[in-house]
């Protein structure tokens, strides 16, 4: 099993920043893929950003496309996801997640672990 823990949200006014972490310890060496994932109030949850481990090709859903960027360090076993242009439409739980296969990663079917998540609130 894969173990997540996220950090880096909070409260950011429109126009900001803030880059999220998501530590995995665990049966890593398991992981083909890492994701990130956000669930506004009352939605469901949707597909932000992924990161295959073999060649770093990255992923992103079109609201955020241009604005963030996924990124990881192997060393550190840990994925980012780099949040510019934040838009009140950012507000959201931000959960990060990892699977063993690389098919479907744009969909939150599939994912082998979660992490507890972190709230991130952009307003004025």
């Known amino acids: 099993q894969v173990q997540l823990v996220e950090s880096g949200g909070g409260l950011v006014q429109p126009g900001g920043s803030l880059r999220l972490s998501c530590a995995a310890s665990?049966?890593?060496?398991?992981?083909?893929?890492m994701g990130w994932f956000r669930q506004p109030p009352g939605k469901e949850r949707e597909f932000v950003a992924a990161?295959?481990?073999?060649?770093?090709?990255?992923y992103y859903g079109d609201p955020v496309k241009g604005r963030f960027t996924i990124s990881r360090d192997n060393a550190k076993n840990t994925v980012y996801l780099q949040m510019n242009s934040l838009k009140p439409e950012d507000t959201a739980v931000y959960y990060c997640?990892?699977?063993?296969?690389?098919?479907?990663?744009?969909?939150?079917?599939?994912?082998?672990?979660w992490g507890q998540g972190t709230q991130v609130t952009v307003s004025s």
């Open positions: 997640a990892v699977r063993s296969t690389l098919l479907g990663v744009t969909t939150p079917v599939g994912w082998n672990a």
């Open positions: 665990g049966s890593i060496l398991s992981v083909n893929a």
């Open positions: 990161i295959r481990g073999s060649d770093e090709r990255t």
